[in-house]
């Protein structure tokens, strides 16, 4: 049997009947835990400006869903989502109703932030990346997140490198925990009785 999707006409004049049920929006508002009482006529005015609130939104989106290429009659969640962003009044619903965007887009940006994380989007970074040094990787210059400097086989590094070949560490924002483990390692096995530089 199909659903019936004739539209319920907004009333004329004042029945003094809510279209939505009354006992299941005084619950609603017992759930609130800042209201102790709510009297009949006050839940009364509630039921009859969220009919009127429902409603307004709902005609919002049909006029979205009209001035679309080929107008539909049904209104869909993206017609309330274009209504929402397109008006002024609606703006409090934004997080309620958001635009929706594909898988893609988010994988992307997704991505996009990562890169940003970790570091690849800083100004310096693509220098760093084409100026490695003899050995062929790519070295870090400024210190770490707490501030000290780096060591390099117990003497500090400087910043112009002065000939010193520095060892590699991995920031504390670095994405995986296991290549700073082994960075440490390294530098420890190299460094013998030197103390190892933690970062974080």
Request: proline letters at 8%.
């Given at each position: 049997?199909?659903?019936?999707?004739?539209?319920?006409?907004?009333?004329?004049?004042?029945?003094?009947?809510?279209?939505?049920?009354?006992?299941?929006v005084k619950k609603i508002i017992a759930q609130d835990p800042d209201i102790q009482i709510c009297s009949n006529n006050a839940a009364f005015v509630i039921t009859?400006?969220?009919?009127?609130?429902?409603?307004?939104?709902?005609?919002?989106?049909?006029?979205?869903?009209?001035?679309?290429?080929?107008?539909r009659r049904n209104i869909q969640y993206k017609d309330l989502a274009n209504a929402v962003a397109h008006q002024d009044n609606l703006e409090f619903l934004e997080d309620v109703v958001p635009k929706t965007t594909s898988y893609k887009d988010v994988k992307g940006k997704a991505a996009a932030a990562?890169?940003?994380?970790?570091?690849?989007?800083?100004?310096?970074?693509?220098?760093?990346?084409?100026?490695?040094?003899?050995?062929?990787?790519?070295e870090q210059?400024?210190?770490?997140?707490?501030?000290?400097?780096?060591?390099?086989?117990?003497?500090?590094?400087?910043?112009?490198?002065?000939?010193?070949?520095?060892s590699r560490i991995l920031s504390s924002d670095s994405g995986d925990p296991n290549a700073q483990l082994e960075a440490e390692a390294e530098l420890a096995r190299r460094g013998g009785d030197?103390?190892?530089?933690?970062?974080?």
């Open positions: 049997m199909p659903y019936n999707t004739t539209a319920i006409p907004p009333r004329k004049e004042v029945t003094g009947q809510t279209q939505l049920p009354l006992t299941r009859l400006a969220t009919e009127m609130f429902v409603q307004y939104l709902a005609e919002q989106a049909q006029e979205k869903t009209k001035l679309e290429r080929k107008p990562r890169t940003r994380v970790k570091g690849g989007d800083k100004p310096g970074a693509s220098a760093a990346a084409g100026g490695a040094g003899a050995g062929g990787v790519a210059t400024e210190g770490m997140p707490n501030g000290k400097k780096h060591k390099a086989n117990g003497t500090h590094s400087s910043p112009n490198g002065g000939g010193i070949q520095r030197g103390d190892v530089d933690m970062t974080g």
